[in-house]
């Protein structure tokens, strides 16, 4: 895994995304004309001409009161600086150089991470005077850069590349990967319910920008982790994904909410267990089960948490009345893990996450061909599928196709006449009877005789 990590600074809308977009091969990070769009640093795998390293994007900075948001933001970007291994300064060619460009560069120049400079829109030879403009900074010889289309990528490889060549042979330890890998969690909710907060109280830093402010986290932001298990006595691996908060699509009119929405989509399709974090202050509302019933048709693994749980009024009953209404409103999927936690004082959190290992364990199972088939014939003999029409149908076995979600094929004959009622008695009775628990689980019908019963006869 790459070791050497590159910060991406400057102030707002100089490209910094567009930048890191194209250095991790993806559109990962939204971009929009508007500046302040990105918020919370976002780290990815970055390329460039062979050579790897970490690549984080930052905030656009600003000279503003550090309580506010812009500057909580601001924090966000010196802590990423001062982790980074070297950090890439932008500024905008085009514009040339700018009293906040100055500032940053004072600031920079007092801190011991290395910078670069790099004046980016600079296509063609339109950003040459802006370039020049940026020896002022003493920083160093800035070099002509267009992130958009891709221009000056070769001087800024021979930037990077003492840096990161540096670093990679400072640091000769391999990694210690555990065989079954970090569990990637997603952390989803309406808008202010905790999962910012929650982040940082797991990880014990102030990692993500939080706030009273509704909708402050707009990226998903990918975080990896080492969970201390107080069960097993040992550190265990995740990759802990926070997302943008989900509205009623009726109130999504901004281009960036909707951006942001679309991105917390991929980041379910990305992970392997889905924390769906509640307003305990506020109960379950019609938006949150929308948010479930997703997560289940994307085949994740689902825990539900209530989250404020230290401030929430009549515990007992509120507890019980929205296991009640998500029994009602998940009727596709039972027994779904609720969970109840403080992003502020922390408790409950280390019951979430054995929680979502544990339905990780089951989500990613797989049953032995032969104990499947004893199973099913028992849950036949016991409910006997109908006979429409006075035919009988016939169902002769049933294989496992694949795991997370678990993933099965039963063969027969007339399968296509088979009521969805029954489906969901043999779903339901392999959860019951194969430990499979409240996991999404896949369910075919194919009409196809047995291999082995020409063979055997």
């Known amino acids: 895994m790459p070791q050497a990590t590159v910060a991406i600074v400057g102030r707002p809308n100089v490209g910094k995304s567009t930048l890191f977009n194209r250095l991790v091969g993806k559109r990962v990070a939204l971009v929009d004309d508007r500046p302040g769009v990105t918020r919370d640093r976002r780290e990815g795998e970055g390329e460039l001409l062979g050579l790897q390293f970490r690549v984080m994007d930052t905030a656009g900075f600003e000279n503003v009161d550090p309580k506010s948001l812009p ?29 906040m460009d100055e500032e940053i560069g004072r600031w920079l120049r007092q801190e011991d991470t290395p910078v670069i400079v790099a004046a980016n829109k600079a296509e063609g030879r339109g950003g040459e005077a802006g370039r020049l403009e940026a020896y002022k900074l003493g920083l160093g010889e800035p070099f002509a850069l267009s992130a958009e289309h891709g221009e000056g990528l070769v001087d800024l490889f021979e930037a990077l590349r003492p840096h990161i060549e540096r670093e990679e042979f400072a640091n000769t330890d391999e990694d210690d990967e555990r065989g079954d890998g970090p569990l990637k969690l997603a952390i989803v909710g309406r808008p202010n319910a ?10 014990g830093e102030e990692r993500m920008i939080t706030g009273p402010e509704a909708g402050i986290t707009r990226d998903s932001i990918s975080i990896e982790w080492l969970w201390n298990d107080p069960i097993a006595k040992e550190e265990r ?3 802990l994904i926070d997302t943008a908060g989900m509205r009623k699509r009726a109130k999504i009119d901004d281009k960036l909410e909707k951006l942001s929405v679309m991105d917390t989509k991929r980041a379910i399709d990305f992970a392997e267990v889905v924390v769906l974090l509640l307003d305990a202050t ?9 948010i479930a019933s997703q997560v289940i048709d994307e085949g994740r693994a689902l825990v539900i948490a209530m989250n404020k749980w230290d401030v929430a009024e009549g515990a007992s009953a509120l507890f019980n009345g929205v296991k009640g209404a998500l ?12 969970m109840t936690v403080s992003a502020i004082t922390g408790k409950g959190i280390d019951q979430l996450l054995g929680a979502a290992f544990e339905v990780r364990e089951q ?56 009521p969805t009622s029954y489906e969901r008695y043999l ?13 999404p689980l896949r369910l075919a019908m194919r009409a196809q005789k047995n291999p082995y019963v020409d063979s055997a006869q």
């Open 71 to 99: 500057g909580r933001m601001r924090a966000q970007t010196e802590a990423a600086v001062r982790e980074a291994d070297v950090a890439l300064f932008l500024i905008d060619a085009r514009e040339g150089l700018t009293s």
């Open 194 to 203: 905790g999962k910012s907060t929650l982040v940082n109280k797991m990880l």
């Open 237 to 239: 691996p995740v990759r």
């Open 282 to 290: 506020r109960g379950l509302e019609v938006q949150d089960l929308k």
């Open 327 to 338: 029994e009602e409103g998940l009727s596709q999927l039972k027994g779904v893990p609720l």
């Open 363 to 418: 989500w990613s199972r797989r049953i032995g061909t032969g104990e499947l088939n004893r199973w099913f014939e028992r849950a036949v003999d016991a409910n006997p599928p109908p006979a429409p029409g006075g035919k009988r149908i016939k169902l002769r076995y049933i294989t496992q196709v694949k795991t997370r979600p678990p993933s099965f094929v039963v063969f027969g004959s007339r399968v296509d006449q088979l």
């Open 427 to 439: 779903l339901n009775s392999m959860r019951r009877d194969l430990g499979l628990g409240p996991v």
